[in-house]
Nanobody, 121 residues
């Protein structure tokens, strides 16, 4: 079993930045893709970003492309989401996801419990 724990959420003004972290523990696989989803109030959960093991491939939702950057530290089994130029529309609960293999797109075999990001205007 793999456990994912997110951190780094909070309240920030529009135009500000936050960095989310997600640490994986438990029975992890040798190589696996990771990424982020989010659920805004009154909306369905949507894909945000994903990254493969070697970080050679990254994918972003159009709504965050150019503002968010996903990265990972495999030695620590951790994935990050650097969020810059935040907008009120980015307000959501952000969920970390991990796969049991390295292929993309991300399928989300494991999920964290989420961290709240609130962006005020």
């Amino acid at each position: 079993q793999v456990q994912l724990v997110e951190s780094g959420g909070g309240l920030v003004q529009a135009g500000g930045s936050l960095r989310l972290s997600c640490a994986a523990s438990g029975r992890t696989f040798r190589r696996y893709a990771m990424g982020w989803f989010r659920r805004a109030p009154g909306k369905e959960r949507e894909f945000v970003a994903a990254i493969n093991w070697s970080a050679s491939n990254t994918y972003y939702a159009n709504s965050v492309n150019g503002r968010f950057t996903i990265s990972r530290d495999n030695a620590k089994n951790t994935v990050f989401l650097q969020m810059n130029s935040l907008k009120p529309e980015d307000t959501a609960v952000y969920y970390c996801a991990a796969d049991s293999s390295d292929g993309l797109p991300l399928t989300g075999d494991y999920w964290g419990q989420g961290t709240q990001v609130t962006v005020s205007s």
